[in-house]
């Protein structure tokens, strides 16, 4: 089994920051978790891939977020994390931790919302 916790979403305006944050936990990651990453959904939309960030450090951003988000991993933490910079009403969405295991189990978040204002 593999459970994620996020944290960190919330409403802010147009222009601000926000930092998530996703503790991974559980029997399914003893091997060790090999990419973690954040996808998100806005109403009405399919989910997408945000960003992504594999155990060495290698990290894979969506278009759209390029130099304005900055994905991060602790690995002694199980943790990553989504710093969001200079957001924008269309990144108004719900946001969902993922990882993939060395042992191919995949865990998803309960999700948090973001909303970004005007």
């Known amino acids: 089994q593999v459970q994620l916790v996020e944290s960190g979403g919330g409403l802010v305006q147009a222009g601000g920051s926000l930092r998530l944050s996703c503790a991974a936990s559980g029997s399914g990651i003893v091997f060790g978790i090999d990419i973690m990453g954040w996808y998100r959904q806005a109403p009405g939309k399919q989910r997408e891939l945000v960003a992504s960030?594999?155990?060495?450090?290698?990290?894979n951003y969506a278009d759209s977020v390029k130099g304005r988000f900055a994905i991060s991993r602790d690995n002694a933490k199980n943790t990553v994390y989504l710093q969001m910079n200079s957001l924008k009403p269309d990144d108004t969405a719900v946001y969902y931790c993922?990882?993939?295991?060395?042992?191919?189990?995949?865990?998803w978040g309960q999700g948090t919302q973001v909303t970004v204002s005007t």
């Open positions: 960030i594999s155990r060495t450090g290698s990290t």
């Open positions: 993922n990882c993939n295991t060395y042992t191919q189990r995949t865990g």
